[in-house]
């Protein structure tokens, strides 16, 4: 018997999961997120357009543009003009629920420092306590570059736990296992240091100086001042991992949604498509979309507009165009079956999700949802649906936003997961790959079965 055929490279389970391993390690922040994708796309030899500057697109080239460093858009021309042939679109979002620390967040009590936070998103406060927390985000500084004074900002990333919240002993709270509530105010403020001097102000640097030499380790080149603001957010320390008995589930922080960028990123480059295809990130999924970088703003119509040249082309070329809008699904709970509407139970390891809500809060309907099924039979996978129960409230992608703003047919589909918005969360070992082969035969399509929708 002759050996069995080996599947090309990119289709290598356990070198595509180390990589999604290694992007999210490195991006506790959609600030990092980009510049991760930045600098892959720039190892794949897209070339990177300014907002701000005039642009010369050229036939199948490949380009990338980012907003405000945590949006990103990237695309490689097709030999056709986009009017002709609409582009295939894949949208995700770069931010995580998680805590934001405030302007002034030092708490000094007790010798003991926390640092306040916001909460950012709908985040499941109480897997917070008793995590190693790592700090990490965008500081804004004043420097001096020959001579002159300016405003720079850099990303930091401790890279380690620098904080932890410690619950209250169950013997200070016997109820704590039956009636124990979080309040974001007052119990989600990290603890930072332990000082004999920290009730002495005066004694001790201010937030500002211990950034700003955070800043000057990790940007030694640059001549600061001062710091003047900052966007920094806490994330759990602890790096991606595989657990199960076979080694078949994922536990990682932030998968969602930074699973469906890192398969949708690597289609782009992977797939070799003969029509304009694009991928599109934004942040601030999580609190709403409606941003100068969110999916409710005007990034992706601003790139949409220069890639044609009159109204009638961009109306053309959105009527043409189709996105999958990739965000992680509900995968069903073995101890909460009951939370599932009984007949859409989405399992981990079986394959993508395909998420349909009466109300709108998906994009899909009937067409795009079959247009996502026929994408993926061509890819031999599986697909599940899912809806929410009647008599629970349903939560949104960026789909909805990108279709009703630039008219694109959309679907919504994701990998099934658990513990969502949790501090970590869970997906099988096979659902990474699965979402990325949907998403690579979609892009390597020559036409998508559209011709008779209207």
């Known amino acids: 018997m002759p050996p069995e055929k080996q599947p090309p490279d990119k289709f290598n389970q356990a070198k595509f999961n180390q990589e999604l391993f290694t992007f999210i390690d490195n991006s506790p922040t959609p600030f990092h997120a980009v510049r991760s994708m930045e600098k892959a796309l720039n190892k794949q030899g897209f070339i990177h357009l300014d907002e701000g500057d005039a642009w010369h697109l050229e036939t199948n080239g490949c380009y990338y543009v980012t907003r405000n460093n ?36 030092l708490q000094r009590q007790d010798s003991m420092t926390r640092l306040g936070c916001e909460v950012y998103g709908g985040t499941l406060l109480n897997t917070w306590f008793d995590r190693g927390l790592n700090l990490a985000g965008r500081v804004t ?15 930091i990333n401790y890279n380690r736990p620098v904080a932890i919240i410690p619950s209250l002993a169950i013997h200070l709270d016997r109820e704590a296992n039956t ?31 211990i950034l700003l030499k955070r800043v000057n380790e990790e940007h030694p080149s640059h001549e600061l001042v001062e710091v003047m ?76 507009s220069r890639m044609t040249q009159t109204p009638e082309q961009l109306a053309r070329t959105t009527a043409r165009s189709f996105m999958i809008s990739c965000d992680n699904a509900h995968g069903v709970h073995p101890a909460f079956r009951e939370k599932h509407e009984p007949n859409h139970r989405p399992l981990l390891n079986t394959g993508p999700v395909l998420k349909i809500n009466a109300s709108q809060r998906y994009a899909t309907n009937s067409e795009s949802g ?15 649906d899912f809806v929410m129960r009647s008599d629970l409230a349903c939560g949104s992608t960026i789909g909805p936003a990108i279709a009703a703003r630039a008219g694109i047919r959309t679907v919504d589909v ?12 869970v997906t099988g070992a096979k659902d990474p790959m699965m979402m990325f082969k949907a998403l690579n035969h979609y892009l390597s399509l020559d036409e998508l079965p559209l011709l008779s929708l209207t």
């Open 70 to 105: 945590s949006s990103l858009i990237a695309f490689k021309m097709g030999g056709t003009p986009p009017w002709e042939t609409g582009i295939k679109i894949i949208g995700a979002h770069t931010d995580s629920p998680c805590l934001r620390v405030k302007p002034s967040p």
């Open 141 to 155: 500084c004043r420097t001096v570059e020959k001579g002159k004074e300016r405003i720079q900002s850099f990303l």
């Open 179 to 209: 009636n124990r509530t979080v309040n974001p105010e007052v119990h989600i403020s990290p603890l930072f240091s332990l000082d004999d001097q920290m009730n002495n102000p005066e004694q001790n640097d201010s937030f500002k100086a």
């Open 229 to 304: 603001a900052h966007e920094l957010s806490f994330s759990h320390a602890e790096p991606c991992f595989y657990t199960g008995l076979d080694r078949e589930i994922i536990s990682a922080p932030r998968l969602d949604n930074l699973l469906s960028c890192h398969s949708a990123l690597k289609s782009l480059w992977s797939a070799a498509p003969c029509t304009t295809a694009m991928v599109v990130f934004a942040d601030n999924e999580e609190v709403g979309s409606e941003t100068r970088t969110g999916a409710r703003g005007s990034f992706l119509q601003s790139i949409l």
């Open 370 to 384: 079959a247009v996502f099924k026929e994408i993926c039979a061509g890819a031999k996978l599986v697909v599940q």
């Open 414 to 425: 994701g990998a099934a997961t658990l513990a969502m918005h949790s501090v970590r969360e």
